[in-house]
């Protein structure tokens, strides 16, 4: 892949939501190398639905460990629970709650923090339900020897590829097993794939693809919200979509780097730019954006 060099540098810094701030000396001394940071990444976080096979029982408190956005207040929670190096693996009942995108978003900072160009996709994986396309969201980073984008899930742990049987490397993730946004989008639209098999608990269908493709161009953007942040042109029905508008959106979440000034500027668009206020899906509110 020939892509220019102005565009990866946009994808090399730390912004917005993956900005450390004030904490980013925590990100001091911690490897280079990719697989290895994912490393550091699952000896920190632990998985708000997957805590259970970990042998933990999660406290309401450390459920609302989930609901942080900035990578700032997930290193806020991470020392505040034990304050040595991030190096240094925590025990599982000492480690920051979280859900993919909080394993997404620390990873991608890091790797932003080491100058290699990355960023979070939001999108759909085959690996954990049979037959289905699960809601979820995985590393996407530039390796400049192979010269292509590889996806990275940066959560799959060894007890976790062994729970869902996992197969394949976590570190170079098949494009058939994660569809990001649009691509499912794409598959669900045209009906090479089931909409309903694009799931998250109880939820599925185009509505759901199309929430996610707001997101992922959100994303695209630096703005990692949520996976139940809902703003702009989200809806909640298959009827409510503006099915055009997601066309055109879908096509940008495919190939982000085909046209750097169209993504840039749909998120000028109301319906996709996140405001200052956005609603809270599972606690039922709204809340501010900082």
């Not at 859900?99 to 759909?124: E, P, Y």
């Not at 049979?130 to 192979?146: L, S």
Request: glycine share 8%; aromatic share 8%.
């Amino acid at each position: 892949m020939n892509l220019d060099a102005s565009i990866l540098e946009t994808w090399r810094r730390p912004v917005a939501m993956s900005d450390a701030g004030t904490r980013a000396a925590l990100f001091d001394g911690l490897p280079d190398d990719v697989g290895e940071l994912a490393e550091v990444v699952q000896g920190v976080l632990m998985h708000e639905h997957v805590a259970p096979t970990y042998g933990l029982t999660l406290s309401p408190e450390q459920h609302a460990e989930a609901h942080a956005r900035a990578v700032t207040d997930i290193l806020k929670g991470i020392v505040g629970h034990d304050p040595r190096p991030l190096s240094a693996a925590r025990p599982v009942e000492a480690r920051q709650v979280g859900v993919c995108r909080h394993f997404t978003l620390l990873h991608v900072a890091m790797l932003r923090s080491r100058g290699i160009a990355a960023r979070a996709r939001c999108g759909f994986a085959a690996y954990f339900v049979k037959d289905m396309f699960i809601d979820h969201w995985v590393t996407e980073y530039f390796d400049d020897a192979a010269g292509q984008w590889v996806l990275v899930d940066a959560q799959l742990d060894a007890r976790q590829r062994e729970l869902f049987k996992v197969t394949f490397d976590p570190l170079d993730v098949p494009r058939e097993q994660f569809l990001v946004a649009g691509e499912a989008w794409r598959r669900g639209r045209d009906g090479t794939t089931d909409p309903k098999a694009f799931a998250i608990l109880d939820m599925s269908g185009l509505w759901l693809i199309a929430g996610n493709v707001i997101r992922d161009v959100a994303a695209l953007n630096n703005r990692e919200m949520l996976p139940w942040d809902v703003w702009g042109g989200m809806s909640r029905t298959d009827a409510e979509i503006d099915t055009g508008f997601i066309d055109r959106l879908a096509g940008l979440s495919r190939a982000p780097d085909a046209d750097s000034q169209a993504l840039r500027s749909a998120f000028s668009d109301a319906r996709v730019a996140v405001p200052a206020t956005v609603f809270n899906a599972v606690l039922g509110r709204p809340e501010t954006v900082s």
